[in-house]
């Protein structure tokens, strides 16, 4: 067990590591902190802290710096976020008001975020499969091609390219337009794909149902990947910026980030606080080969469902400040999927 007192010098350990970069001595935190005790008492309260693997001396060093555990009960019991400043509030607000349309606005997301933090920042998009199919759109472009524009009621556009067999008329774009409009808008994008997969060949010589397929062979592709859960992210260039901070190779963190899969999975099993905010340090990362790296997130909602925001980066992190941007971004994004709802 530790003391009260323990925990406090725990906080000044986590708080002037984080600033300094420099292991903490008992001679540091009692000129640094308003203790009212001796240097003595703080080395004890420091062996105690060391016992409970909370603190650890790298090499030879005389003074100590966090161990993964350590931070986790900084993060748990210790950590006070701090607000943002109000300039760093307008900066948000304007910047993500400028989104155009949902992508935009989650890239605009993590690169606030990793501006703000200094941090790798990722932004689930939420999950699609709920969402209807609000609108279908086709555009004759010349010659064997028809850009085919999907919009669901979440506010996600997807256009693509379908090379057709032959080049349609207006009058065909027109018959394709309403065959594929009926067959699909205002349903969800879980049963338009379904639809979409199970509609019947086209029958031999007819020219529109030929051009049907192909453009339906579109819309069920792009279909599938709205279905998918994807991550948005911004700030790797940070990693390598920071690559003091991490004891082995920041490979792992750099594959994790290209692959996506091992965050998608970490984000989804993170457990979150009353405060919708969750954290996973060090060890409790092993299982994604990221037991170097710190990872936060924050719960954001629209009308397709929730997801996630949040930060990758090394433990030696300004967490009562990351939490808090991670949370505040949380709310505005939340707040700006709801008004478009809401305008809709």
């Given at each position: 067990?530790?003391?009260e007192r323990g925990?406090?010098?725990?906080?000044?350990?986590?708080?002037?590591?984080?600033?300094?970069?420099?292991?903490?001595?008992?001679?540091?935190?009692?000129?640094?902190?308003?203790?009212?005790?001796?240097?003595?008492?703080?080395?004890?309260?420091?062996?105690?802290?060391?016992?409970?693997?909370?603190?650890?001396?790298?090499?030879?060093?005389?003074?100590?710096?966090?161990?993964?555990?350590?931070?986790?009960?900084?993060?748990?019991?210790?950590?006070?976020?701090?607000?943002?400043?109000?300039?760093?509030?307008?900066?948000?607000?304007?910047?993500?008001?400028?989104?155009?349309?949902?992508?935009?606005?989650?890239?605009?997301?993590?690169?606030?975020?990793?501006?703000?933090?200094?941090?790798?920042?990722?932004?689930?998009?939420?999950?699609?499969?709920?969402?209807?199919?609000?609108?279908?759109?086709l555009v004759a472009?010349?010659?064997?091609?028809?850009?085919?524009?999907?919009?669901?009621?979440?506010?996600?556009?997807?256009?693509?390219?379908?090379?057709?067999?032959?080049?349609?008329?207006?009058?065909?774009?027109?018959?394709?337009?309403?065959?594929?409009?009926?067959?699909?808008?205002?349903?969800?994008?879980?049963?338009?794909?379904?639809?979409?997969?199970?509609?019947?060949?086209?029958?031999?010589?007819?020219?529109?149902?030929?051009?049907?397929?192909?453009?339906?062979?579109?819309?069920?592709?792009?279909?599938?990947?709205?279905?998918?859960?994807?991550?948005?992210?911004?700030?790797?260039?940070?990693?390598?910026?920071?690559?003091?901070?991490?004891?082995?190779?920041?490979?792992?963190?750099?594959?994790?980030?290209?692959?996506?899969?091992?965050?998608?999975?970490?984000?989804?099993?993170?457990?979150?606080?009353?405060?919708?905010?969750?954290?996973?340090?060090?060890?409790?990362?092993?299982?994604?080969?990221?037991?170097?790296?710190?990872?936060?997130?924050?719960?954001?909602?629209?009308?397709?469902?929730g997801a996630r925001?949040?930060?990758?980066?090394?433990?030696?992190?300004?967490?009562?400040?990351?939490?808090?941007?991670?949370?505040?971004?949380?709310?505005?994004?939340?707040?700006?999927?709801?008004?478009?709802?809401?305008?809709?």
């Amino acid at each position: 067990m530790v003391s009260e007192r323990g925990l406090q010098v725990l906080r000044a350990i986590v708080q002037d590591y984080v600033d300094t970069r420099e292991p903490v001595g008992s001679k540091a935190i009692v000129e640094r902190h308003a203790f009212g005790v001796s240097a003595a008492t703080i080395r004890n309260d420091m062996a105690l802290l060391e016992d409970e693997d909370l603190i650890v001396a790298p090499h030879t060093s005389s003074g100590r710096v966090p161990t993964d555990k350590g931070y986790r009960v900084f993060v748990d019991h210790l950590a006070e976020l701090r607000p943002l400043s109000s300039a760093q509030r307008s900066a948000i607000t304007s910047f993500l008001d400028e989104a155009g349309d949902l992508d935009d606005l989650l890239a605009r997301t993590v690169r606030a975020l990793t501006q703000l933090t200094g941090q790798v920042a990722i932004v689930q998009y939420p999950s699609f499969a709920r969402a209807n199919l609000s609108h279908v759109e086709l555009v004759a472009l010349g010659g064997p091609r028809v850009l085919v524009i999907l919009v669901t009621d979440t506010g996600r556009v997807s256009q693509r390219i379908a090379l057709v067999p032959f080049e349609p008329s207006e009058g065909d774009i027109v018959q394709l337009r309403a065959r594929v409009g009926a067959l699909l808008v205002g349903r969800s994008v879980a049963d338009c794909a379904q639809t979409v997969a199970t509609t019947d060949a086209p029958r031999p010589g007819n020219a529109l149902d030929a051009i049907a397929d192909a453009v339906l062979r579109v819309v069920g592709e792009e279909l599938e990947e709205f279905r998918q859960d994807r991550l948005v992210m911004a700030g790797a260039a940070t990693l390598a910026k920071r690559e003091s901070d991490f004891r082995g190779s920041i490979y792992p963190l750099l594959e994790a980030i290209e692959e996506q899969v091992t965050l998608l999975r970490l984000m989804t099993e993170m457990v979150a606080d009353e405060q919708g905010l969750s954290a996973s340090i060090g060890r409790e990362n092993e299982p994604f080969g990221l037991v170097e790296a710190s990872v936060l997130a924050s719960r954001y909602d629209g009308s397709a469902g929730g997801a996630r925001v949040g930060l990758l980066g090394p433990m030696r992190m300004d967490y009562s400040s990351n939490l808090a941007a991670v949370r505040a971004v949380a709310h505005y994004l939340t707040r700006m999927l709801e008004d478009d709802d809401t305008a809709r």
